[in-house]
């Protein structure tokens, strides 16, 4: 039997899946991913085990969110003025955090994401991929390699 309310449950972990869902998906679709998770969430609320993890729950229903919003963004076209040239390193990046985290290889954004937002331990993060714990653990590094090559810290020592 659950105790604590769900209201409190959103207080609590709702930053946390908007953190979450915005480095999976980026600010344009992050905000529906989290509602779309909430909405899910409240529905199954009832039946979660005391016992629960919720924080590996919540970030487990925003995973099949964003997948859920990646799937439909592919099997639309993007309408664009102009198909821009490929931009080199220097130009691509813009210094935006949200848009490095874009740029990473799904499985590394993935796991950069629940790893070192959501604070997921790598076994939740390969049981919500479907992966390895090696595999989630090698993804986050290279992922948060790639990104610090790209959004050094000033006085951060490598």
């Not at 390193?89 to 935006?96: K, L």
Request: hydrophobic share 45%; proline share 7%; glycine share 6%.
């Amino acid at each position: 039997m659950i105790v604590k309310p769900f209201e409190q449950v959103v207080a609590e972990h709702g930053p946390m899946v908007l953190r979450v869902c915005r480095a999976v998906l980026g600010q344009a679709d992050a905000e529906d991913a989290w509602s779309e998770t909430f909405l899910a969430a409240l529905k199954a609320y009832p039946e979660l085990p005391a016992d629960a993890n919720v924080q590996a729950w919540l970030v487990t229903i925003a995973h099949r969110k964003a997948v859920d919003v990646t799937r439909a963004r592919a099997r639309h076209p993007v309408p664009v003025g102009e198909v821009p040239d490929r931009p080199g390193r220097a130009e691509a990046w813009n210094g935006d955090l949200w848009d490095a985290l874009a740029r990473l290889p799904d499985k590394q954004r993935l796991a950069v994401a629940y790893h070192y937002l959501a604070g997921l331990p790598y076994r939740e993060i390969a049981e919500i991929t479907g992966g390895t714990v090696d595999a989630a653990r090698r993804a986050a590094a290279d992922g948060l390699k790639a990104l610090r090559a790209s959004y050094p810290l000033e006085g951060a020592h490598s």
